[in-house]
């Protein structure tokens, strides 16, 4: 008489789909992972623009003349952007985040900007 054979476990093939499926779902993922991240890194740098233009204006308040960052002493800083501030005067400035390193690739958001007026550029990477 021949044994029953009682085999557990999963063929070749099964583990074989496992994986397909797995690596699809990675292809499919890990891009709009990385979007996701260069998104959050550009709102963080946005939020430090804020910040600055805040400092700007207070220090504005207690002087004739508008400051540079290094000046107005906020503590801004980021491993992704670098912070400016140009065109200062007694009635302007613009600020400004320059992206570095990986956040390089932000393609059309590399450098965004805010002035003393609330004007935002480029206007497309400030939009929610």
């Not at 233009?53 to 980021?78: C, F, H, I, P, W």
């Not at 912070?83 to 932000?106: M, R």
């Amino acid at each position: 008489m021949q044994a029953k054979s009682n085999q557990r476990g999963m063929t070749l093939i099964e583990v074989m789909i496992v994986i397909v499926i797995i690596g699809i779902i990675a292809a499919v993922a890990y891009p709009n992972y990385v979007n996701y991240v260069r998104e959050a890194r550009r709102a963080d740098a946005m939020a430090q623009l804020l910040t600055l233009q805040m400092a700007e204006e207070e220090y504005r308040l207690k002087n004739t003349t508008y400051a540079d960052v290094a000046t107005l002493g906020t503590g801004v800083s980021s491993d992704y952007y670098t912070f400016s501030a140009t065109n200062i005067g007694a009635e302007t400035y613009t600020l400004t985040a320059t992206a570095t390193g990986s956040q390089t690739d932000d393609t059309g958001c590399t450098t965004i900007s805010i002035n003393q007026n609330d004007q935002k550029t480029p206007a497309a990477c400030w939009q929610r």
